[in-house]
């Protein structure tokens, strides 16, 4: 019974969009840390990808709402540090996502120290590898933005961390 | 906060939520001043970096927050003068300027985009040492918050670390702000090593958090070339409450919704 659940409920999160990467899924993101029950009440751990990110609250509000849509008891989330979310918990598919998506996705292992002038970011558009960071911000805190100088598009890329 | 102590046990419980409201204070302030830039910034790509800073500072004050909110509300109602049950909200909006801890650089107006900078950088720098530490903290969940923190602070160091050395060796105009910049800045810069009630167990750490911010302070000013002051007067007393005074003109603007409309919320 509670490993149907965990199969269902685990499906919806799947199908819950970052609400700023709207093609990728909380799952794939990494942030889910935990599914667990108390009788049959869900309980949800997620992960901020950075301190101050503003989608958590919102990604909190959808993940109570789809599951109660779904006729769960109220479920309670919990928001938790530790282990520390690093751009290593986004899955493969997620990567193939975000570049089909127009984001590069993250180069390399989690933070080693290297930085954005050290590494070489192919243009999620046309794959040149002929790219140059414009500014270690981005759109949002996860990101930072590089223009292409094959194709000349400008991009974003989904910072190391 | 003025709190009354009880008991050993409590003692070091309060020790270490007046140490969670300092983190808080100084990351809650510095937010404040950098968003301040929002639609401000030299450039659109730069408003773009200072406001993505600004939001992780906020984040890492929410964290502290929370946490200081969490081990207030554990503690007998009588032993605080405080409304409990406390939350990051109150913490952040219904506190007086003395009530602050923050370090008297982190409330300092912004000034040009050389004193922003380089106040960020004389910040971040400290912060990056500071968190290293915290992150063997005995406290898993301050140990937690220094390691998510620790990794946007890199970014912080590194790209204020990029200005310093653009202003300082860019045109004979820049040179001088930054210059006007370190002058201004410096007599604020060693309360960040001063230890005082709440930090006294962190003596060592400070010492170290020293010794490694003067070393990259040395050389980032070397390849900037700028010159490393000369020893100045220094202010201090942020983190006994004693501010100066444009902290309070922050917390009148921060605080105003709160303070005019109780419990408002949207």
Same mark, same amino acid.
């Given at each position: 019974?509670?490993?149907?659940?965990?199969?269902?409920?685990?499906?919806?999160?799947?199908?819950?969009?970052?609400?700023?990467?709207?093609?990728?899924?909380?799952?794939?993101?990494?942030?889910?840390?935990?599914?667990?029950?108390?009788?049959?009440?869900?309980?949800?751990?997620?992960?901020?990808?950075?301190?101050?990110?503003?989608?958590?609250?919102?990604?909190?509000?959808?993940?109570?709402?789809?599951?109660?849509?779904?006729?769960?008891?109220?479920?309670?989330?919990?928001?938790?540090?530790?282990?520390?979310?690093?751009?290593?918990?986004?899955?493969?598919?997620?990567?193939?996502?975000?570049?089909?998506?127009?984001?590069?996705?993250?180069?390399?292992?989690?933070?080693?120290?290297?930085?954005?002038?050290?590494?070489?970011?192919?243009?999620?558009?046309?794959?040149?590898?002929?790219?140059?960071?414009?500014?270690?911000?981005?759109?949002?805190?996860?990101?930072?933005?590089?223009?292409?100088?094959?194709?000349?598009?400008?991009?974003?890329?989904?910072?190391?961390? | 906060?003025?709190?009354?102590?009880?008991?050993?046990?409590?003692?070091?419980?309060?020790?270490?939520?007046?140490?969670?409201?300092?983190?808080?204070?100084?990351?809650?302030?510095?937010?404040?001043?950098?968003?301040?830039?929002?639609?401000?910034?030299?450039?659109?790509?730069?408003?773009?970096?200072?406001?993505?800073?600004?939001?992780?500072?906020?984040?890492?004050?929410?964290?502290?927050?929370?946490?200081?909110?969490?081990?207030?509300?554990?503690?007998?109602?009588?032993?605080?003068?405080?409304?409990?049950?406390?939350?990051?909200?109150?913490?952040?909006?219904?506190?007086?300027?003395?009530?602050?801890?923050?370090?008297?650089?982190?409330?300092?107006?912004?000034?040009?985009? *050389?004193?922003?900078?380089?106040?960020?950088?004389?910040?971040?720098?400290?912060?990056?040492?500071?968190?290293?530490?915290?992150?063997?903290?005995?406290?898993?969940?301050? *140990?937690?918050?220094?390691?998510?923190?620790?990794?946007?602070?890199?970014?912080?160091?590194?790209?204020?670390?990029?200005?310093?050395?653009?202003?300082?060796?860019?045109?004979?105009?820049?040179?001088?702000?930054?210059?006007?910049?370190?002058?201004?800045?410096?007599?604020?810069?060693?309360?960040?090593?001063?230890?005082?009630?709440?930090?006294?167990?962190?003596?060592?750490?400070?010492?170290?958090?020293?010794?490694?911010?003067?070393?990259?302070?040395?050389?980032?000013?070397?390849?900037?070339?700028?010159?490393?002051?000369?020893?100045?007067?220094?202010?201090?007393?942020?983190?006994?409450?004693?501010?100066?005074?444009?902290?309070?003109?922050?917390?009148?603007?921060?605080?105003?919704?709160?303070?005019?409309?109780?419990?408002?919320?949207?």
């Amino acid at each position: 019974m509670e490993a149907t659940f965990n199969d269902k409920v685990w499906n919806i999160l799947a199908a819950i969009m970052d609400p700023e990467i709207p093609v990728l899924s909380i799952v794939d993101l990494g942030i889910v840390r935990s599914v667990e029950f108390n009788h049959q009440q869900p309980i949800i751990s997620i992960t901020p990808t950075y301190s101050g990110c503003p989608a958590m609250d919102i990604i909190s509000m959808q993940v109570r709402m789809s599951l109660l849509n779904a006729g769960f008891e109220l479920p309670i989330i919990k928001q938790i540090l530790a282990p520390v979310w690093t751009t290593d918990w986004i899955s493969e598919n997620g990567k193939q996502q975000l570049k089909a998506y127009g984001i590069a996705p993250p180069i390399g292992k989690s933070f080693e120290g290297a930085f954005l002038e050290d590494i070489i970011v192919p243009c999620p558009q046309c794959n040149s590898t002929h790219t140059l960071l414009i500014s270690q911000f981005g759109s949002t805190s996860c990101k930072a933005l590089f223009k292409c100088q094959d194709c000349l598009e400008p991009f974003d890329y989904f910072k190391c961390h | 906060m003025r709190l009354n102590i009880c008991n050993g046990t409590q003692k070091f419980m309060l020790n270490k939520i007046e140490f969670l409201l300092h983190l808080a204070d100084n990351a809650l302030i510095i937010g404040h001043r950098s968003s301040e830039w929002c639609a401000h910034g030299p450039v659109l790509e730069q408003d773009i970096a200072i406001s993505n800073i600004a939001l992780d500072y906020i984040g890492q004050a929410r964290n502290f927050y929370q946490y200081a909110a969490l081990r207030l509300n554990e503690l007998p109602p009588e032993s605080s003068v405080f409304n409990l049950p406390a939350t990051e909200d109150t913490l952040a909006y219904l506190r007086d300027a003395n009530d602050f801890k923050n370090h008297l650089i982190t409330e300092l107006p912004n000034g040009d985009w *050389a004193f922003t900078t380089l106040r960020i950088f004389f910040f971040s720098s400290y912060q990056y040492f500071l968190y290293q530490q915290l992150i063997q903290h005995e406290d898993a969940q301050i *140990a937690a918050i220094a390691e998510k923190s620790l990794k946007e602070v890199t970014y912080h160091l590194r790209w204020s670390s990029d200005w310093v050395i653009r202003l300082g060796d860019g045109t004979t105009e820049s040179y001088q702000r930054m210059n006007t910049a370190i002058n201004a800045l410096w007599p604020y810069t060693q309360e960040l090593f001063q230890e005082n009630n709440f930090l006294q167990p962190a003596k060592n750490i400070l010492a170290q958090i020293q010794i490694d911010w003067n070393e990259k302070i040395k050389n980032v000013f070397e390849e900037a070339g700028l010159p490393l002051p000369e020893k100045s007067i220094q202010h201090k007393g942020g983190t006994q409450g004693f501010h100066t005074e444009h902290l309070p003109i922050i917390l009148t603007e921060m605080q105003l919704l709160q303070r005019a409309y109780p419990n408002c919320e949207w």
